[in-house]
């Protein structure tokens, strides 16, 4: 099994320097946005692991994750974000 560090997303994101992110609703009426911008990879420590896993999925479900995910290759992606869209059909 890969480690994040060595996983297809990171590597072409390394190769890249930058990354985009779309989120959506694809319920009517359709929203979305729409973000890029150049990316540091960064190495995990374990007390941001789990603030991160906490801030996601609270206080119990947070330590239970960490704890059932070993440490090892886990990185965290940053962005500064450059160019937005953003579209929400509802105000057209």
């Given at each position: 099994m890969k480690n994040a560090r060595s996983?297809?997303?990171?590597t072409a994101i390394r190769a890249s320097g930058r990354?985009?992110?779309?989120?959506?609703?694809?319920?009517?009426?359709?929203?979305?946005v729409t973000v890029e911008g150049p990316v540091t990879i960064e190495e995990v420590g374990q007390d941001e692991r789990l603030e991160l896993a906490r801030r996601y999925l609270g206080l119990?479900?947070?330590?239970?994750?960490?704890?059932?995910?070993?440490?090892?290759g886990q990185v965290?992606?940053?962005?500064?974000?450059?160019?937005?869209?953003a579209v929400d059909f509802s105000k057209a």
């Open positions: 996983s297809s997303n990171a990354f985009s992110l779309c989120a959506q609703d694809e319920r009517p009426p359709y929203r979305y119990e479900g947070g330590d239970a994750y960490v704890a059932a995910n070993p440490v090892g965290v992606f940053r962005m500064t974000p450059e160019h937005w869209s």
